[in-house]
């Protein structure tokens, strides 16, 4: 298992698998922390959690090292994602209480009430583009709700699972409740296989969902999948055209490109799609590759170079069909992890561009006759995670949004992530929430409790 880093081609750090013993150690242990730990009080979990927020906001520079030497994010990015972190950890520890109290139902009973309480091991399977966020979305309300988590984290940034256990650990969660196995995805199934892990979560490709849930199904447990994503970012005629390119171009940048909610499929009404192209083209050039390490570095390399190679082919695949580039970039020669920002237009089905989700920073421009047809060509897609609408009408904005078929849909913002919303997807973009209230009732058992009424109780003795 390598830390490789994406920049400079070399290996920072080897690490061994871990075998069948230890990964049975590490269940075992995590198994027998939980019916401890769901006993715990909120108030001391939410010590804990805060303590890790901390740590977090601590360590951030050693995190956003790790981020820029596994996978290529920029280091001003790395901060970013690490400070985003411990405000998650923040918000549950100050809100998983109230999320999680007893819910008063109005019932003939004395008293009806639904009960939230932990299920036991939730395992996690997370991937490289947020090495930390991804995690930290599960783990923090997992945590507080009194469940145990295990991380299986993708086996190119090691280090940053092992940092991330760390920080819980030093935090003073008592570390069986979480733990980091070292080990590969032929592994996945013999875990969810196992009757101590009861939950799983899972970010990552549709082709990765679907074997996680085909897995979980059989086994009757509980999943939540954030699959892929291919937002559309919906530009009207009467949109602040600077705004929504400049935008468009910080949107399409997330991460080097490499975001589920990162816009990919920029939907422009006809009479301004020349205009947009133009400035969104200024805006894309204007961003700064370079080394990860390098503070000034606004775009790193793809997170490994067959991903560069792979994203490069579904662009020649898409012009030899009919695209048009509108601005060059890409590889500079096969087999190199950077890849600077393309645009391309004339993009219809029957290509790859039209159908397929382009994971790097590759802008797709679909032109549209008017509004009605550009949310016809956004939900022309099999994913459904994110989107946006671009219109100084805000009132119109929010009934297009509605109809967009998308878990989140901002009107003249780029999407993005918060604690207080919740984050999820439909059709092939997966199913269940993250975050907010929804994503810390994922992994709860939700309790019907009845007590009956006195003279109802008599009622039963008499019969």
Same mark, same amino acid.
């Given at each position: 298992?390598?830390?490789?880093?994406?920049?400079?081609?070399?290996?920072?750090?080897?690490?061994?698998?871990?075998?069948?013993?230890?990964?049975?150690?590490?269940?075992?242990?995590?198994?027998?922390?939980?019916?401890?730990?769901?006993?715990?009080?909120? &108030?001391?979990?939410?010590?804990?959690?805060?303590?890790? &927020?901390?740590?977090?906001?601590?360590?951030?520079?050693?995190?956003?090292?790790?981020?820029?030497?596994?996978?290529? +994010?920029?280091?001003?990015?790395?901060?970013?994602?690490?400070?985003?972190?411990?405000?998650?950890?923040?918000?549950?520890?100050?809100?998983?209480?109230?999320?999680? *109290?007893?819910?008063?139902?109005?019932?003939?009973?004395?008293?009806?009430?639904?009960?939230?309480?932990?299920?036991?091991?939730?395992?996690?399977?997370?991937?490289?583009?947020?090495?930390?966020?991804?995690?930290?979305?599960?783990?923090?309300?997992?945590?507080?709700?009194?469940?145990?988590?295990?991380? +299986?984290?993708?086996?190119?940034?090691?280090?940053?699972?092992?940092?991330?256990? +760390?920080?819980?650990?030093?935090?003073?969660?008592?570390?069986?409740?979480?733990?980091?196995?070292?080990?590969?995805?032929?592994?996945?199934?013999?875990?969810?296989?196992?009757?101590?892990?009861?939950?799983?979560? !899972?970010?990552?490709?549709?082709?990765?969902?679907?074997?996680?849930?085909?897995?979980?199904?059989?086994?009757?447990?509980?999943?939540?999948?954030?699959?892929?994503?291919?937002?559309?970012?919906?530009?009207?005629?009467?949109?602040?055209?600077?705004?929504?390119?400049?935008?468009?171009?910080? *949107?399409?940048?997330?991460?080097?490109?490499?975001?589920?909610?990162? &816009?990919?499929?920029?939907?422009?009404?006809?009479?301004?799609?020349?205009?947009?192209?133009?400035?969104?083209?200024?805006?894309?050039?204007?961003?700064?590759?370079?080394?990860? !390490?390098?503070?000034?570095?606004?775009?790193?390399?793809?997170?490994?170079?067959?991903?560069?190679?792979?994203?490069?082919?579904?662009?020649?695949?898409?012009?030899?069909?009919?695209? +048009?580039?509108?601005?060059?970039?890409?590889?500079?020669? #096969?087999?190199?992890?950077?890849?600077?920002?393309?645009?391309?237009?004339?993009?219809?089905?029957?290509?790859?561009?039209?159908?397929?989700?382009?994971?790097?920073?590759?802008?797709?421009?679909?032109?549209?006759?008017?509004?009605?047809?550009?949310?016809?060509?956004?939900?022309?897609?099999?994913?459904?995670?994110?989107?946006?609408?671009?219109?100084?009408?805000?009132?119109?904005?929010?009934?297009?949004?509605?109809?967009?078929?998308?878990? &989140?849909?901002?009107?003249?913002?780029?999407?993005?992530? #918060?604690?207080?919303?919740?984050?999820?997807?439909?059709?092939?973009?997966?199913?269940?929430?993250?975050?907010?209230?929804?994503?810390?009732?994922?992994?709860?058992?939700?309790?019907?409790?009845?007590?009956?009424?006195?003279?109802?109780?008599?009622?039963?003795?008499?019969?």
């Amino acid at each position: 298992m390598e830390s490789l880093n994406p920049y400079t081609g070399r290996v920072e750090r080897r690490f061994r698998p871990f075998g069948q013993a230890k990964v049975e150690q590490i269940v075992t242990q995590a198994h027998r922390a939980f019916g401890e730990w769901r006993t715990t009080t909120f &108030a001391h979990r939410a010590r804990l959690m805060h303590r890790a &927020a901390e740590l977090l906001r601590e360590r951030q520079e050693e995190l956003a090292h790790l981020m820029a030497v596994e996978m290529g +994010k920029p280091v001003t990015d790395g901060r970013a994602e690490a400070v985003k972190c411990a405000l998650c950890c923040d918000y549950y520890a100050e809100h998983a209480e109230q999320f999680l *109290a007893d819910e008063e139902i109005k019932t003939e009973a004395q008293r009806s009430f639904i009960a939230y309480e932990p299920i036991g091991i939730v395992l996690a399977i997370m991937p490289w583009n947020f090495p930390f966020w991804q995690v930290v979305r599960f783990a923090a309300p997992a945590l507080m709700a009194g469940n145990v988590g295990l991380l +299986k984290h993708a086996s190119n940034v090691p280090q940053c699972a092992l940092a991330l256990e +760390k920080i819980f650990h030093d935090a003073g969660f008592p570390p069986a409740t979480f733990r980091t196995l070292l080990v590969g995805s032929e592994v996945v199934e013999q875990l969810i296989e196992d009757d101590r892990v009861r939950a799983v979560t !899972l970010t990552g490709s549709e082709p990765a969902g679907a074997a996680v849930a085909a897995a979980a199904g059989r086994q009757i447990k509980k999943t939540v999948l954030e699959l892929g994503g291919s937002d559309a970012f919906i530009v009207l005629a009467d949109a602040d055209l600077e705004l929504a390119a400049k935008t468009a171009a910080q *949107a399409r940048m997330i991460n080097a490109g490499q975001s589920c909610i990162a &816009a990919k499929r920029f939907i422009v009404e006809k009479p301004v799609v020349k205009e947009f192209i133009s400035k969104m083209k200024t805006h894309l050039l204007a961003f700064r590759p370079g080394d990860p !390490l390098d503070a000034a570095t606004q775009y790193g390399p793809l997170a490994r170079a067959d991903l560069a190679d792979e994203l490069t082919q579904q662009v020649e695949d898409s012009v030899k069909q009919g695209a +048009k580039v509108e601005l060059y970039g890409g590889q500079s020669k #096969s087999g190199t992890a950077l890849f600077r920002p393309m645009i391309l237009s004339h993009v219809r089905p029957g290509q790859r561009a039209y159908s397929e989700e382009f994971f790097g920073p590759v802008a797709i421009i679909l032109e549209a006759k008017d509004a009605d047809d550009a949310i016809r060509l956004a939900n022309d897609s099999r994913f459904g995670l994110g989107g946006s609408v671009w219109t100084r009408d805000a009132a119109r904005g929010q009934e297009l949004a509605r109809r967009v078929e998308a878990g &989140a849909v901002f009107v003249n913002s780029m999407v993005k992530s #918060s604690p207080e919303m919740p984050f999820g997807g439909v059709k092939k973009s997966g199913y269940g929430r993250e975050l907010s209230h929804l994503g810390i009732r994922e992994f709860v058992n939700q309790k019907s409790i009845w007590v009956a009424k006195n003279e109802e109780t008599h009622a039963k003795k008499v019969e």
